[in-house]
């Protein structure tokens, strides 16, 4: 018995060392998280976030306060974005280097203690009050956690499908009948769809009603949003698996295409203050955008128009990925 076991012992580790795909993967993914997850979190967080207004030659005579340590001084081009943030207490306090003053939300206790510390070392400047009640993590939180669960099951919902079909000969079957490519695919991508929708769309008004989560922008830029936020994953999933037969190469693969999104799409937290290159970076990802235009409409209330660059990028990110699998897509791997 323990020869038979260490026999086929013996021969899946040769299958999986022979398979360069799945060994290169193994190795080089944790790897890569560990450097990203370094550059991003490695540093110690600071306890205070302050909204920093001024022109650019400002910094030059920059208050003593903005020397102090533990504190994250974040740039922003408008105001009114910055007091949006300071009165939703995602930042404590906002300085106008310009205009030597600053808002402060009273209803925040950190914002409390940077006041008196900015007080206390550069005391010209002039105080202005605002006000809000502070958003709950969870209502910040959960278009996040939808829009991980749409990257999810329309990237391996799509993909596993198509490669396991591929590998079990279903596709070539299904090549030898009238069902054209295009059929094929658009008809995985609306079951796909239409799952996802389904998913999400429960998921977000059971937490409405049993948690009282915001919302409070429309329902249906909501659901635009996720139809073409689900519509630019499976487009993904769909180039991932255009060609490939190895389900533990294809697993690398949208695991690949997955993991950087969960942690530079501001899934979890916000990346104000991060290096530019990484915003830049998040910038390309299609969570990013899904998860961006959804926190504005659930959040702040925002419209179509005011998310419709999102709704843009989402649109373009679709119709290349689209065109890439279509040009990609076969119905046998290249092997056979």
């Known amino acids: 018995m323990l020869s038979r076991m260490l026999a086929v012992l013996k021969a899946r580790n040769k299958e999986f060392l022979r398979d360069r795909s799945s060994l290169t993967w193994n190795l080089i993914f944790p790897v890569i998280l560990i450097v990203g997850f370094y550059v991003l979190l490695g540093q110690a967080q600071p306890m205070f976030k302050v909204g920093v207004i001024s022109e650019q030659d400002a910094y030059v005579n920059r208050p003593k306060f903005m020397a102090l340590e533990h504190i994250q001084f974040v740039p922003y081009a408008h105001l009114s974005e910055a007091l949006d943030k300071a009165r939703r207490h995602q930042i404590d306090l906002v300085i106008d280097l310009d205009q030597r003053r600053y808002w402060v939300n009273e209803e925040s206790r950190q914002g409390y203690v940077v006041e008196r510390l900015l007080a206390s070392s ?57 069902l054209s490519a295009v059929e094929f695919v ?53 180039v991932v698996a255009s060609r490939t037969r190895s389900e533990e190469l294809t ?62 990028t989402l649109a373009g990110m679709t119709l290349v990925l689209l065109l890439i699998a279509a040009a990609l897509f076969r119905w046998d791997s290249d092997r056979r």
């Not at 008004?205 to 996720?226: K, N, Q, R």
């Not at 991060?274 to 419209?303: K, M």
């Open 251 to 312: 697993s690398g693969l949208m695991n690949m295409a997955a993991w950087p999104m969960m942690g530079l799409s501001e899934v979890w937290f916000s990346l104000e203050g991060a290096p530019l290159s990484l915003q830049r970076f998040s910038d390309w990802l299609p969570l990013t955008h899904l998860v961006q235009a959804s926190r504005a409409i659930a959040t702040e209330g925002a419209g179509v128009a005011a998310i419709s660059d999102h709704l843009l």
């Open 186 to 238: 658009s008809a995985q991508i609306l079951s796909r769809l239409m799952t996802v929708l389904g998913l999400s769309c429960a998921i977000f008004f059971a937490s409405h009603w049993l948690l009282g989560t915001l919302m409070l922008g429309s329902v249906w830029a909501l659901l635009l949003t996720f139809v073409l936020g689900a519509l630019a994953m499976i487009s993904l999933g769909l």
């Open 122 to 178: 550069d005391p010209d400047f002039q105080r202005r009050r605002i006000s809000g009640e502070p958003i709950r993590y969870i209502d910040w939180v959960l278009p996040g956690i939808l829009g991980m669960n749409i990257m999810f099951a329309s990237l391996f919902g799509v993909g596993h499908a198509i490669v396991r079909y591929r590998k079990n000969g279903m596709l070539k079957r299904l090549k030898a009948t009238p």
